[in-house]
């Protein structure tokens, strides 16, 4: 059964009701300030008087242990890492995600489909494959996409693991024997990707290329208009002296 409130098809045992919370995504490659962002703004809107709860890739509790030990050899087949992905979102969907719109809660995604997609598809799956594999998705409020150059995300990789990532370097594709190189061939593929997507599913670009605080003012500012209000940025630079919705 086909429902406006997702991308095709609706999920089995989703409520006929209205889901009266808002779903914000924040897409972006690894390195690009998510996870910081989707802490600075659930702050924020906690703040604010509205009830959170984020959520992310790899969090169910039915699979993502699997999905970390399929990994750890470097050895998962790009079809079977879609299908775990899928089973791992739609059983937050189900779970987490839809009962917490449901609810009137703020629902923060840190990645969301989009990269899941992208994933499938530099990994030879076709763009309608991967839509049709996610086509249950609960549709966004918004979609925030933050927008890093490749040097950044290295820069920002190595400082936070200390070393580049097997899967996030697309590794398993075999683009390169250099790690390094890999890693820009990789971004490259999944920019591409994205950049086919920000039209077809509304992305918001942020620059992320500065400082967190500076991203965060922009964030707010496409954010605030959710909730009926106007947002009106103080002259501080800092988080903490960010004025909220006015």
Sequence with gaps: MTD???????LPGMPREPLVGKLIV???ADGSGRTTEVALLR?????????VVDTGLRRSDLVSGEIDRAKQGHTLASTTMALLYAADFADQLENKIVPALAAGSTVLADRYIYTLMARAAVRGASRDYARRLYQFAVRPDLIVFLDARPEI????SIGKYGS???WESGMDLCLSRDLFESFFLYQDL????????RSKYGF???DANRMPEQVHVDVQRLVAPLYGKR??????TTPAGVRGPG
């Design 190 to 197: 999944l920019s591409k990707e994205f950049d086919w997507m």
């Design 4 to 10: 406006d409130r997702t991308y095709g098809t609706r």
């Design 43 to 51: 702050e924020w809107l906690e703040v604010e008087g509205h009830a």
């Design 26 to 28: 924040v897409e972006g």
């Design 153 to 156: 995300l290295l820069h920002r």
């Design 164 to 166: 580049l990532d097997y």
């Design 231 to 236: 947002f009106v940025p103080s002259p501080a």
């Design 204 to 206: 918001k670009n942020v």
